[in-house]
């Protein structure tokens, strides 16, 4: 049976210039760079995300969630850091003890950042 996810596709225009944003704005690492297929992921991640470069893009919400040990910490230091959001870190509207940002890559994928939990 299938025992764990492997990689999440992420598609993007450019996959050498999304790798670097990843990197750089969210601290990733590069966890394989080979032609066509790169990953990167959180360091010590077992899951990464295949930055599947193709056209046309269809950008918007991924439903992938970020989770984040200090969630305020990592929203101002990803903030700090230019990361554009589409919603700020706020209540959910469905549990007003969760809190929640999203923030878009440079194709306008969308990423929920939650509290690690």
């Known amino acids: 049976m299938i025992s764990r996810i492997g990689t999440v ?3 993007v225009s450019d996959a050498q210039r ?4 990843y990197v750089e704005k969210l601290g ?9 297929w790169v ?5 010590g ?8 470069q193709m056209e046309p893009l269809e ?4 439903g992938i969630t970020l989770l984040a040990d ?3 910490a990592t929203y101002k230091t990803l903030k700090g850091r230019g990361v554009e959001f589409s919603r700020d870190l706020a209540p959910s509207e469905w549990d007003p003890n969760m809190e929640y940002a999203m923030l878009k890559d440079l194709d306008g994928n969308e990423f929920w950042l939650i509290a690690n939990y």
């Open 9 to 11: 596709a992420v598609l």
């Open 18 to 21: 999304s790798k670097d944003w």
């Open 28 to 36: 990733f690492t590069v966890l394989e760079d080979s032609g066509h």
């Open 39 to 43: 990953v990167v992921g959180p360091v």
């Open 45 to 52: 991640s077992t899951v990464g995300l295949h930055l599947c």
């Open 59 to 62: 950008p918007g919400n991924t």
């Open 70 to 72: 200090d969630l305020e």
